[in-house]
């Protein structure tokens, strides 16, 4: 698979099919995905992947939590800013509109969202759930080594015929992880990832995410104005 076609095959996928994913091919990935770069080579990630029993003891309990408002849960870091503003707020709006739009639930239906939020502790039903941690006596630099060797991941997962999904959602039970997977205390648990195979006969695996032209977020400095590409040129 050209790293084009890896790349712009990877989606985030929430339905999975009931097929399991041999620990063979969850090493190959994590092999293949720890070629990532990272400052000085320190590769600060630690993994740990669940499947069978073991996965649904860690979701069966993160549920029960979940379903208790009494028990307030936060992650260790902070993902997303206290208060949104724009460009961020409309594409996140946008992102989760998208998401129900698929499922045809209502904006307005809280309670359709929310058991729809909740299928996240389940890993979307995808066979395989890996917890992502980093030591906290590292610094935010290691987020970007972090983030590097996550995408690896994702894309790896592609080169086996895999879906993933990225789930920082996990961070937020990070307490009730500890009670199923021997989490160093010094370690925060940044986020988890379903692994498996696209149902691709989900609705909500149908979401197509867009993303801003490259002339928005970049400035090119230095080039000739009417310079070609290789492929023009020909
Ligand atoms: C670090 C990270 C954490 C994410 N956490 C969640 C999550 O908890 N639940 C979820 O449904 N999607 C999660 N996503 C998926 C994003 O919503 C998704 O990547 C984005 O909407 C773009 O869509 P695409 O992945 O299909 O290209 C996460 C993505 C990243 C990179």
């Given at each position: 698979m050209h790293v084009d076609?890896?790349?712009?095959?990877?989606?985030?996928?929430?339905?999975?099919?009931?097929?399991?994913?041999?620990?063979?091919?969850?090493?190959?990935?994590?092999?293949?995905?720890?070629?990532?770069?990272s400052g000085n080579n320190v590769q600060p990630w630690h993994?740990?992947?669940?499947t069978g029993e073991a996965k649904h003891a860690l979701c069966?309990?993160?549920?029960?939590?979940?379903?208790?408002?009494?028990?307030?849960?936060?992650?260790?870091?902070?993902?997303?800013?206290d208060t949104w503003f724009e460009p961020y707020q409309s594409r996140r709006r946008a992102n989760g509109f998208g998401l129900y739009e698929t499922l045809g639930i209502a904006r307005d239906?809280?309670?359709?969202?929310?058991?729809?939020?909740?299928?996240?502790?389940q890993f979307f039903d995808a066979p395989v759930g890996l917890l992502i941690s980093l030591d906290r006596r590292l610094n935010t630099g290691s987020y970007m080594d972090l983030g590097m060797f996550i995408q690896n991941i994702l894309l790896a997962a592609r080169g086996q015929g895999l879906h993933?999904?990225?789930?920082?959602?996990?961070?937020?039970?990070?307490q009730i992880a500890r009670q199923h997977i021997p989490l160093a205390d010094e370690h925060i648990l940044v986020c988890g990832i379903a692994l498996g195979y696209e149902d691709p006969d989900a609705a909500e695996n149908t979401l197509e995410t867009p993303r801003e032209?490259?002339?928005?977020?970049?400035?090119?400095?230095?080039?000739?104005?009417?310079?070609?590409?290789?492929?023009?040129?020909?």
């Open positions: 076609a890896a790349i712009r095959s990877r989606k985030s996928v929430r339905s999975f099919l009931p097929l399991s994913v041999p620990r063979h091919t969850v090493e190959h990935i994590l092999e293949v995905a720890a070629r990532a770069p993994v740990h992947v669940l069966s309990d993160i549920l029960t939590a979940a379903a208790n408002p009494e028990e307030p849960h936060h992650a260790e870091y902070s993902y997303y800013p239906d809280l309670a359709a969202r929310e058991r729809q939020n909740l299928r996240n502790y993933t999904c990225a789930q920082a959602a996990f961070a937020w039970y990070h032209p490259v002339a928005s977020f970049t400035t090119f400095h230095g080039f000739k104005e009417r310079e070609l590409a290789p492929a023009a040129r020909s």
